[in-house]
């Protein structure tokens, strides 16, 4: 497999894994994409350079209506009845 993989590549400078268990067959390690990484063939190493998880942005907080469960309008219609302006600045 080596030898097809090296005959299609031709003469290109870019580096190519083998046997590296990632993949669709198991045993698998997840391996992240879009996300930059170095390899280094002299110490077999493939280091990722940034999080492949990022956390979310904090959400901003409830307002006070929806908190205190006011804000439905008359009889629930969700109209401007008592309660239903919301707090701006969030």
């Not at 990484?37 to 077999?44: F, M, Q, S, T, Y």
């Not at 350079?49 to 006011?70: I, N, T």
């Amino acid at each position: 497999m080596a030898d097809i993989v090296l005959d299609v590549l031709g003469d290109r400078d870019i580096p190519v894994l083998g046997n590296v268990e990632v993949g669709h067959a198991g045993p698998n390690l997840p391996m992240p994409v879009g996300v930059r990484a170095a390899l280094d063939a002299e110490k077999g190493t493939l280091s990722l350079l940034e999080p492949a998880v990022r956390r979310p942005p904090p959400r901003p907080p409830a307002d006070r209506d929806s908190r205190e469960g006011v804000g439905a309008g008359a009889a629930g219609s969700g109209g401007m009845g008592r309660g239903s302006q919301k707090r701006a600045g969030w």
